[in-house]
């Protein structure tokens, strides 16, 4: 089966005093459909950069990054913002609930502001499998933190996108909680249904969790680990600092 992400030579720079400032150096790589991937490295290593470049959300200063076959460079913006909400999903540290919404009304939200068809039964099917069926009409405020996380969740599961991107979606939630919404993230791309997640994490213990680790420094892959174990991620990690 054909990737849904391929990366080709990408170079990422932002402008600074006395010139542009490099932070990924030539990266290529591919995500094929059924995988869980997740990218590492030391702070700077240029983790979420990749992330946001691969998803769209940010246009590569050279290099090629395709999404289902199409080349993003050669799209325009409502052409980008079409693929975005047709096929990506996408899972931030920050929950981006909408404080005024219930559970329901936020996981319904992103389908109905882009006229797609949601019915009741998605909404409650996806508030079920992050376990949250009895929060449906409580608020954010009434929520912990986990459980806004596995709305959060439950907002892409209820679209069902073919690549779920995730940046740090444990970073400001208990050991409990972290692994409920790894469980979810990993159930994704294990359902059987051709989808792929790519999540960038500080968390060494989540990415070991993954399928595939990238490991960046300094804007480049440094190792790859397929399947790994805990301890092979925190020595990848350490070689790269």
């Known amino acids: 089966m054909s990737p849904l992400v391929e990366v ?3 170079t990422k720079s932002f402008p600074a005093a006395g010139g542009a400032t490099p932070v990924l150096r030539g990266i290529s790589l591919e995500v094929p459909p059924g995988q869980f991937l997740a990218v590492v490295g030391p702070s700077g290593s240029g983790k979420s950069t990749l992330l ?5 959300l940010e246009a590569a200063t050279t290099g090629r990054v395709r999404i289902l076959g199409r080349d993003t460079g050669s799209l325009g913006r409502g052409a980008i913002a ?8 996408f899972v931030f540290q920050s929950y981006n609930l909408i404080p005024s ?15 797609r068809e949601i019915s009741a039964a998605d909404v ?16 954010p405020s009434a929520l912990s933190g986990g ?16 690549l779920v991107f995730a940046d740090e979606p444990t970073g400001a939630l208990d050991t409990e909680s972290g692994a ?3 469980d979810l993230l990993a159930g994704v791309a294990r359902a059987g249904e051709g989808r792929s ?11 070991a969790r993954a399928d595939r680790v990238l490991v960046l420094r300094d804007g480049v892959i440094h190792r790859e680990l397929i399947h790994p174990k805990a301890d092979d991620v925190f020595a990848a990690v350490a070689g790269a600092s």
């Open 124 to 139: 409650d099917r996806a508030l079920a499998e992050v376990g949250l069926a009895e929060r449906a009409g409580y608020r």
């Open 8 to 10: 080709d030579n990408l």
């Open 101 to 115: 919404l219930t559970a329901r009304e936020n996981v319904a939200l992103p389908a109905r502001l882009a006229r």
């Open 52 to 56: 946001y470049c691969m998803s769209a």
């Open 197 to 207: 997640v790519v999540m960038v994490t500080h968390d060494l213990e989540a990415a």
């Open 82 to 89: 079409k693929l975005r909400r047709d096929h990506l999903g």
């Open 147 to 162: 459980q806004q996380q596995r709305v959060a969740i439950a907002r892409v599961l209820a679209v069902r996108p073919d």
């Open 180 to 182: 409920q919404v790894l």
